[in-house]
């Protein structure tokens, strides 16, 4: 059945289409997944042909359409959410259900130029997406698909993967509906600096201990999942940044949360140690001159002494922290009292200058 349908796809691609819209005909054409026209920015795997996988938070594919409408074919191995934003600005919220695969209608409209982004909301955890094709009635162009100028890469757990950005209350428990990695500090940033960015985030995985670990130290964390393609469809393949389309201008390494979250903690001498583990997979990743920014977590001592330690040791490393008072309780709070779509806007402001520092990037004069 899946091999049929793709194949029925890919004669899609080569012959095109032709839709009966209000009674006119409109061409209609099918563009492979990995077709020049979609640039993809953050980990997928395009090794099968026509096909992009992936599962990490916030992977993103930027489009221009021009024309009325545009359809993504996909399927997924559990359930995924995903942001339709078109021109800048939000339009819906989609989802992937299903190994089957499905017809999801993006955007339909009034004829025009359309700059459309399909970004991931939810987590690796929550399954594996797999893209076919999109279906546009019109075209897609290419010309105008150039990357930003700027590139950030954010390493983390739940606060930048957007768990709870889009709850209502902090007593409210997790839910995929309520994630949405768009309201996390680290896509202001970027949106912010006009930058392009990708996320290597999963809820609960700390430097060197996840949440609730009975140890000091646990098994698999940030530092294993760091080099990986998928975050949770397959552990046995590594990424392969030599192939990425990107150097990131900044790395922010936002990690310590679950590391002190709850009993028993790891010591200086073990968080440094992992710390130092992680720096070295970026710089061997990007390169030892990018700058890396060390963000320590607002809810727990002793992160702050801890990641401010190790920040004075390195060269091109630089410390940031979001101090705990800069929420306002319960308002500003999400599911599991994780911060809400204000209380991640506040920790991205504190956060804006440090960029700034660094990259001099400068901040906006209209501010």
Not at 34 to 48: L, S
Request: hydrophobic share 35%; glycine share 8%.
């Amino acid at each position: 059945m899946m091999n049929k349908r793709r194949v029925m796809i890919a004669l899609a691609v080569l012959m095109g289409i032709v839709a009966q819209v209000s009674g006119a005909e409109v061409a209609q054409r099918v563009y492979r997944a990995d077709a020049e026209q979609v640039r993809w920015v953050g980990r997928v795997d395009a090794t099968t042909e026509g096909e992009v996988r992936f599962d990490w938070s916030g992977t993103y594919a930027d489009m221009v359409l021009v024309g009325s409408k545009l359809t993504m074919v996909a399927s997924d191995s559990g359930l995924n959410y995903f942001n339709v934003i078109v021109d800048g600005r939000q339009h819906a919220i989609v989802k992937t259900e299903g190994k089957e695969p499905q017809r999801v209608v993006l955007f339909e409209g009034e004829s025009g130029t359309y700059h459309i982004r399909l970004q991931r909301r939810t987590e690796g955890f929550n399954g594996l997406t797999i893209v076919y094709s999109f279906e546009a009635e019109g075209e897609l162009a290419k010309e105008q698909l150039e990357p930003r100028k700027r590139h950030i890469e954010f390493i983390g757990d739940s606060l930048t993967a957007g768990y709870g950005t889009d709850s209502a209350s902090g007593s409210e428990p997790y839910t995929a509906e309520t994630q949405n990695c768009n309201l996390a500090y680290g896509c202001y940033i970027a949106r912010y600096f006009d930058a392009d960015y990708n996320l290597v985030a999963h809820s609960g995985q700390g430097m060197v201990r996840n949440y609730g670990d009975e140890k000091t130290t646990s098994d698999y964390t940030m530092q294993q999942r760091y080099g990986l393609l998928f975050d949770e469809a397959d552990s046995s393949r590594n990424y392969d940044f030599s192939q990425r389309a990107y150097t990131p201008d900044l790395v922010v390494i936002f990690l310590g949360t679950n590391d002190f979250s709850t009993k028993p903690w790891p010591s200086y001498e073990q968080y440094a140690e992992g710390y130092a583990k992680m720096i070295a997979q970026v710089r061997a990743a990007h390169g030892e001159q990018t700058p890396i920014l060390c963000v320590s977590s607002y809810v727990f001592e002793p992160t702050f002494e801890y990641v401010w330690r190790i920040a004075q040791g390195g060269e091109n490393l630089h410390f940031a922290c979001i101090l705990p008072e800069a929420f306002a309780r319960p308002s500003e709070l999400g599911a599991s009292e994780h911060p809400n779509r204000v209380g991640q806007q506040k920790m991205a402001m504190m956060l804006i200058p440090y960029v700034s520092t660094i990259t001099g990037w400068q901040v906006r004069p209209d501010m």
